[in-house]
């Protein structure tokens, strides 16, 4: 009688949801991109080298001329997308989990709230000056009725 052998792989081999920290990212640019309303967007430029995957994930304001601010900077090594670093004060990355509780971390700080707030409040006054009309420097016309009596 032959002995049975039991299944020897650990469950996380079965997690069929996993994505790598570069889909994870493009799916927050354009979260981000919808909760602003297009104020603010967000691009991953993708540098790879011989031995690993680099992701810049940057602050876009359009209005203010394509404005940029490098909020991150996460790498992986090529054959493997975790463990995942991230450039910061946060670190390794072991698992997916790990990565999307640091980038909540990184994007509800107060130096990327501020950051995003201040491009908002910009790209606000940049849109209000634009439907301004613009001043040639000489007065309003006068109203009708005062030239009726003229």
Known sequence: ???AVPDLW???VANVDMLTPLAILRI???QL????KGL????????PDQEAEHYYFDIIAPALNRYRYRLLHVFHKRDQV?????EDLTGRCATQEE???ALSDIFSSSNTRSVISSIIAQSNEKRAQATQPKSDG??????YSQLENT
């Open 138 to 143: 000489l007065p309003p016309p006068a109203p």
């Open 40 to 47: 603010v967007e967000a691009e991953i430029d993708p540098e």
């Open 1 to 3: 009688m032959a002995n």
């Open 82 to 86: 975790y463990p995942v670093y991230v």
């Open 10 to 12: 650990p469950d996380e």
């Open 99 to 101: 990565f999307v509780r």
């Open 33 to 36: 991109q919808k909760k602003t």
């Open 28 to 30: 927050q640019a354009g």
